[in-house]
């Protein structure tokens, strides 16, 4: 069983908003964190958003504070990032990320990751 799947991702002028999934039933062990990063043709793979699992604490990048939201559904195992007031900058392949070890000081590091979906295309553009 895959453990992450996204969905959600297409095609949004900018300032449109989308709703990305990330069904985590797959899961087989007790999370620490989950995470969305995001990654842009040429360029390396960016943390957006993450959640410390025992508190539901989120963190977002200042790249995307204010419009970005990171959020879960327990009773669905789902986590969700809300986009609003998309940007062309924000065009790239999302993924959700996942980990039974990770870290606090550690949580915007995707290489600390070793649970990923397939990721989803967002692309953002008039």
């Known amino acids: 069983q895959v453990p992450l799947v996204e969905s959600g991702g297409g095609l949004v002028q900018p300032g449109g908003s989308l709703r990305l999934s990330c069904a985590a039933s797959?899961?087989?062990?007790?999370?620490?964190?989950m995470a969305w990063f995001r990654q842009a043709p040429g360029k390396e793979r960016e943390f957006v958003a993450s959640?410390?699992?025992?508190?539901?604490?989120?963190r977002h990048a200042d790249s995307v504070k204010g419009r970005f939201t990171m959020s879960r559904n327990n009773a669905k195992d789902t986590v969700y990032l809300q986009m609003d007031n998309l940007k062309p900058e924000d065009t790239g392949v999302y993924y959700c990320?996942?980990?039974?070890?990770?870290?606090?000081?550690?949580?915007?590091?995707?290489?600390?990751?070793?649970?990923w979906g397939q990721g989803t295309q967002v692309t953002v553009s008039s």
């Open positions: 990320a996942a980990d039974d070890t990770i870290i606090l000081s550690s949580i915007g590091d995707a290489r600390q990751y070793d649970y």
């Open positions: 797959g899961l087989t062990f007790r999370r620490r964190a």
């Open positions: 959640m410390w699992w025992s508190t539901g604490g989120t």
